[in-house]
C-alpha cells in the first residue's frame, strides 16, 4: 500500500482531536464498496466516492493508523495531493498560449 509523505507522518506522530480528509483508493471496485463499511467501522467517515475506485475519507489523525490496516487499500494520500491546484493550473495556461 502507498501512503503518501504527509500521510505516514500523520500516522506516526497524529495531532490529538485533530480530522483530516484522505483519498483512500481501493484495488478494485468491488474492495471500493467493501471499504465504504469496514471505514465507518474505523470512526471515519466516507464523504463521497470518486473515480478510479476512491473515497474522499474524513477521520481523526489518531485513527489513521486503523485505517490503513484495512484490507484492500492500494493508496492513502492527503486530499490536497490529488489534483491540479493553486497556481499550477495558471502555469499551465500560460504555456498553453
Same mark, same amino acid.
Given at each position: 500500500?502507498?501512503?503518501?509523505?504527509?500521510?505516514?507522518?500523520?500516522?506516526?506522530?497524529?495531532?490529538?482531536?485533530?480530522?483530516?480528509?484522505?483519498?483512500?483508493? $481501493?484495488?478494485?471496485? +468491488?474492495?471500493?464498496?467493501?471499504?465504504?463499511?469496514?471505514?465507518?467501522?474505523?470512526?471515519?467517515?466516507?464523504?463521497?466516492?470518486? +473515480?478510479?475506485? $476512491?473515497?474522499?475519507?474524513?477521520?481523526?489523525?489518531?485513527?489513521?493508523?486503523?485505517?490503513?490496516?484495512?484490507?484492500?487499500?492500494?493508496?492513502?494520500?492527503?486530499?490536497?495531493?490529488?489534483?491540479?491546484?493553486?497556481?499550477?493550473?495558471?502555469?499551465?495556461?500560460?504555456?498553453?498560449?
Amino acid at each position: 500500500m502507498y501512503l503518501s509523505h504527509p500521510v505516514r507522518r500523520m500516522r506516526e506522530d497524529p495531532i490529538e482531536d485533530e480530522e483530516v480528509e484522505l483519498i483512500v483508493t $481501493a484495488e478494485d471496485e +468491488q474492495e471500493r464498496r467493501d471499504l465504504e463499511t469496514e471505514i465507518e467501522g474505523v470512526d471515519g467517515s466516507v464523504e463521497e466516492p470518486l +473515480q478510479f475506485g $476512491a473515497l474522499r475519507v474524513e477521520i481523526e489523525q489518531e485513527r489513521i493508523d486503523d485505517l490503513c490496516g484495512l484490507d484492500g487499500i492500494e493508496s492513502v494520500e492527503t486530499e490536497h495531493a490529488v489534483g491540479m491546484g493553486g497556481d499550477a493550473g495558471e502555469d499551465v495556461e500560460e504555456l498553453g498560449e
